[in-house]
């Protein structure tokens, strides 16, 4: 047990936190990410979002992401927490809030290199994810 709190700083187990989004528009589909060559996990599909800076509250972190990956304005109000991810990477361990989205302001557009889709709840497990994604889906699909 302790060589997983263990990490390559010699000391606790680095927990990051990052917020997630689920974005729903008005067919009932959900908006996927497709991370980019030359990031970490490059080529799996996420729900948008990011780390969350000092000083951020996670609904602070989607605003600001969603703005900058995305060209959408979120209100604080329209972002619903649903559920959250804790997985145990190598060197750090992802605890990540997933919230609903169904009301922004602007167009979605991949302004990052990344690529979008918008996806039917029931073949949201089509896409192959990051293993900290994999686990919101259900509670998701359930949802929608």
Do not use: N
Not at 23 to 32: C, F, Q
Not at 73 to 102: I, N, Q, W
Not at 115 to 128: D, I, Q, T
């Amino acid at each position: 047990m302790a060589d997983e709190r263990e990490s390559m700083t010699g000391g606790q187990l680095k927990l990051l936190l990052v917020a997630a989004c689920a974005l729903v528009d008005a067919d009932g589909r959900v908006l996927l990410a497709r991370r980019p060559e030359g990031k970490p996990l490059a080529g799996l599909w996420e729900f948008p979002g990011g780390k969350v800076e000092p000083g951020e509250v996670p609904e602070e972190t989607l605003i600001r992401e969603l703005k900058e990956e995305l060209g959408i304005d979120v209100a604080k109000a329209c972002l619903a927490p649903l559920t959250f991810a804790s997985h145990a990477y190598e060197g750090f361990h992802l605890l990540m809030p997933l919230y609903v989205c169904r009301r922004w302001e602007g167009r979605v557009q991949p302004l990052e290199g990344q690529a979008l889709e918008w996806v039917r709840p029931a073949r949201l497990r089509e896409y192959p994810m990051p293993p900290a994604d994999e686990p919101l889906v259900a509670v998701l699909r359930d949802l929608l």
